[in-house]
């Protein structure tokens, strides 16, 4: 899939990080981004996208959130069948190794500790997207 064609999903409570991740994913080339303020929201996205025909490539999303948490919503996309397979990348600020099991335990495809750079996510959108979403 080219990087132009990435569809993403930022969800993340604090406006500085969703901007902080949409530079870093704008900085590669990626400019389909959608953002959301918490999981119930990112739910309402996902299923409002779905029902349309279409999906997110991929979704970053952060852990402590109001409404519904981060790890709330990487269980309901987990457990769905259309997006379980859909690449989720837990951000938090949690480092402890038992958030990061916990995590995967859940579904996690990957973990972004903040802060990060913009390097790592072009890292990680090459691990699931390959050559074709690394930066020029």
């Known amino acids: 899939m080219s990087k132009d064609k990435i569809n993403v999903l930022i969800v993340d409570d604090f406006e500085m990080v969703r901007m902080m991740l949409k530079n870093a994913l704008n900085g590669i080339g990626i400019k389909n981004i959608t953002e959301a303020t918490n999981g119930k929201q990112a739910k309402d996205m996902v299923l409002e996208k779905l029902n349309s025909g279409a999906k997110f490539d991929i979704i970053f999303s952060d852990w402590n959130m109001p409404e519904?948490?981060?790890?709330?919503?990487?269980?309901?996309?987990?457990?769905?069948?259309?997006?379980?397979?859909?690449?989720?990348?837990?951000?938090?600020?949690?480092?402890e190794s038992s958030f990061i099991m916990e995590a995967v335990r859940a579904g996690a495809d990957d973990y972004l500790v903040k802060p990060f750079s913009p390097m790592l996510i072009d890292k990680k959108l090459s691990r699931f997207f390959g050559n074709e979403a690394k930066a020029i």
């Open 68 to 95: 519904m948490d981060g790890l709330e919503f990487l269980k309901f996309c987990k457990g769905h069948d259309q997006i379980k397979k859909t690449p989720f990348v837990m951000v938090t600020a949690e480092s």
